[in-house]
């Protein structure tokens, strides 16, 4: 960073383009003076440049759309403060010129941004427009992009139920063991239990902000935060002192989807959030993932409405393996089978079964007795009886066959 | 009936194809026979017609493979007992000869048998070929076509818990009170709690049995299966006596799938048998229906199971609307969409939630702020007020804008 506080000096033309302290500023100052999730701005700084775009911006000679956007506060001058602020609570600016910069995890905003161009109803809401942060405030040590490389959004309900706060700490937990990032909000409920699970199993997990990542928000969560930032990471479009606006939940959200491999959706009330999340990872090209709950429970009705929508694509998911088979790799992270005890008739013919149904429990019969109950004949009992026999099913008593007694603890 | 009882006798030629009597008694005959389920019984009985096909089984010069099917069974003789004992039961023979013989609904087993011929692995198997039934032993005073016409299978778990309890029976009851019959298995558990809200409703109930229909099976649901035969119906192709041995359960199942328009699963463990059920009736082109519940729960392993297999198709079900709106008709049982509180900032523009994002509660401020905060000009501030003050979201004070105070019970 230079050490001048007057921006416009700083980005006056002796800064070369390529002065990363110059760029740093100026996205800082893009991330206050331009309210994050705008399409318009997001593409004048692509076009211009970040020292450029601010230049114009400054001078009032911005395309007349994009000025607007900034409205009043291109007159205001923040940006080396917020730095400095930033850097007081152990959080720093990451620009797309950063190595840290998560460029792969937002190519899919990116490609959504520039070929989604004709599409202005969408575009021209900036809560469900597709498209990249301009840079991101990031507190904590780790390498941003190498922390959301391989990561998993859990998202949910605030007020969730015991049995949502149970399934989303339990699944972030074993992502954690398998070394999965989980991102989510930082919000109460489900948010903070994953973010819980993922801490316990010694995993950096990742809050992702509607305000400045200095805020305490939910007051509540405070210490979670602070354990996040400790060994995770915590992150924000918007700069320091930012308040979490309500619109801009739907903006982070966005990111939330963005920044992650695929999302999961534990507990949502009809109507909510968390389905919003939902639908923009989908429209992301992100798998969709849905825990079930019971169909008497408020807080399962989002999640069951999103496994009913077949346009979300969801897929139905109950452990960390069936997220894995959706977002992991193959061969190194698939899930088995459901577990269910193997059972000795499996495999056995229809007439090896009739003839095992013919048999007494008690008093042994002969074979003749068998076909007759079974309706075929002797010579096809005494094809299946060794068989039977072999596998413990039937055994010869003096008087003649009758089911083996069942070894404890297997089910016939 | 005609009243002789010699067998041979009432089906000798002199007997008219047409007499129903002879039919019946013919049917009556093959049910206990032939056990259930076989394609070669029922294509030998539909290519000569059954009382030319009990003729020919009597006389050991029917072909085969259906000679050996039905064995030492051809020598015995029991139609005309059974046909008393149904009698004394209050149960009756019904065959596809009969104006009660519910053809359209068997219809999809009758072209899966007739088409499928060449699935010898699957058609060789009586647990899983689509095979309709020779004849039905009906109890209870209902027209079986017109009480299945308009009917959904509600299947499930034994050991079930009290959460599908609940659900299975409160689904059937709102099925009931629509009109819709509950059709199920007389089991413990979820076809119990089924039969028992549909009762609850004032509903016909059908149980399609394993067993004979005047078997008390399983013995605890005496009453329940009492009461089924006098306000619904208790169905069966095993006449009188019958045990219920394993496989029929399996023989049974695709008829519970055939006779109803689609088939909801409530509670099924790993590898259960409501799962083999649902599986049959995707095969006979039936919706499959999956209540979800909590992933923690082992008797709802299988229903996500289902949920899962994109082979299976299965649709998430939570409520009878839900259920309605896969098997109903268009335009009369359709379901209502979720429940969720109508929001006032639902349809305002971006810059309008920003605006209202921009106002304080307390004390108003004046455009000119609402704008710096906003990001946006003073113009475009004054352009949304007069639409925020309509909806009641913002109010005028003495010293400028603020937010509205929220009337109780609604949401912002």
């Known amino acids: 960073m230079t050490a001048g506080t007057d921006l416009d000096a700083d980005l006056a033309p002796a800064a070369a383009p390529g002065d990363l302290a110059a760029v740093r500023r100026a996205r800082a100052w893009l991330s206050r003076a331009a309210e994050p999730g705008s399409v318009a701005v997001w593409r004048f700084v692509e076009r211009v440049g970040p020292v450029q775009a601010v230049r114009l911006l400054r001078a009032g000679a911005a395309p007349e759309a994009v000025q607007a956007l900034v409205g009043v506060r291109a007159e205001q001058d923040a940006s080396l403060a917020d730095l ?23 190519h899919a905003l990116t490609v959504a941004v520039t070929s989604g161009g004709t599409d202005t109803a969408e575009m021209g809401d900036r809560t469900t427009a597709p498209v990249p942060p301009v840079a991101l405030w990031v507190r904590g040590a780790g390498h941003l992009a190498e922390v959301v490389d391989r990561s998993v959004a859990v998202v949910g309900a605030r007020a969730c139920t015991t049995y949502g706060q149970h399934v989303a700490g339990d699944l972030a937990h074993r992502l954690g063991e398998r070394g999965w990032t989980v991102v989510s909000g930082g919000a109460y409920g489900i948010d903070a239990a994953a973010h819980r699970g993922s801490l316990a199993a010694g995993a950096p997990t990742v809050a992702v902000l509607a305000c400045g990542v200095d805020r305490v928000y939910p007051s509540g969560n405070g210490a979670l935060l602070e354990r996040i ?160 026999e072999l596998a413990g099913l039937v055994q010869w008593t003096d008087t003649g066959w009758r089911v083996a007694p069942r070894p404890k603890g297997t089910r016939r």
Do not use: K, Y
Not at 96 to 101: F, I, T, V
Not at 275 to 296: E, F, I, N
């Open 229 to 388: 930032a400790q060994e995770g990471l915590v992150v924000s479009e918007w700069p320091p002192g930012s308040a979490p606006h309500r619109h801009r939940f739907l903006v982070r959200n966005r990111l939330i989807a963005a920044l992650t491999r695929g999302t999961v959706v534990v507990e949502a009330a009809a109507r909510s959030g968390a389905q919003a999340t939902a639908r923009r990872a989908h429209r992301l090209g992100r798998p969709v993932m849905v825990v079930p709950g019971p169909v008497t429970s408020a807080m399962s009705v989002g999640c069951h409405e999103l496994l009913r929508d077949a346009g979300v694509g969801a897929v139905l998911v109950g452990s960390a393996a069936h997220v894995l088979q959706e977002v992991g790799r193959l061969g190194e992270d698939l899930a088995p089978p459901a577990e269910g005890a193997p059972d000795a008739r499996d495999g056995l013919s229809d007439l090896a079964v009739r003839v095992l149904d013919a048999c007494p429990v008690r008093r042994g019969v002969s074979p003749e007795r068998l076909a007759a109950v079974a309706g075929c004949g002797v010579v096809e009992v005494m094809q299946v009886l060794p068989a039977l």
């Open 84 to 106: 400095h602020r930033a850097e007081r609570c152990g959080a720093r600016l990451v620009v797309p010129e950063d190595d840290e910069w998560p460029a792969l995890a937002l």
